[in-house]
Nanobody, 122 residues
Framework: QVLLAESGGGSVQAGESLVLACAGS????????VAWFRQAPGKEREFVAV????????RYADSVKGRFRIWRHNGENKVSLAMNSLKPEDTAIYYC???????????????WGQGTQVTVYA
């Protein structure tokens, strides 16, 4: 069993930055890939970024590449997502998720946090 808790959401102006954090508990957290997904009102949940269990590799959605960065904190059950140059279209609930990495789909991840709201004003 892995429990996940997101923090760091908020409301910002376009062009500003936020850092989201995902705190994980459970023996398997350090063995799992950790990803961020987001869901905007009326839209499906979509992949944002993922980091491997070792922290050695990351992948990003094209829409955030070059603006967002994901990383694991060594020795801590924590993964962060730095979001720079935020745009109104980044507005969504951001979810942290973890599992053995098998793909970029929602169904590929079993463990999910409750989400944190990010709102970007134009």
């Amino acid at each position: 069993q892995v429990l996940l808790a997101e923090s760091g959401g908020g409301s910002v102006q376009a062009g500003e930055s936020l850092v989201l954090a995902c705190a994980g508990s459970g023996q398997m957290f350090s063995d799992y890939a950790v990803a961020w997904f987001r869901q905007a009102p009326g839209k499906e949940r979509e992949f944002v970024a993922v980091v491997t269990w070792s922290g050695g590799a990351q992948r990003y959605a094209d829409s955030v590449k070059g603006r967002f960065r994901i990383w694991r904190h060594n020795g801590e059950n924590k993964v962060s997502l730095a979001m720079n140059s935020l745009k109104p279209e980044d507005t969504a609930i951001y979810y942290c998720t973890a599992d053995s990495f098998t793909g970029y789909e929602v169904a590929a991840f079993a463990y999910w946090g409750q989400g944190t709201q990010v709102t970007v004003y134009a």
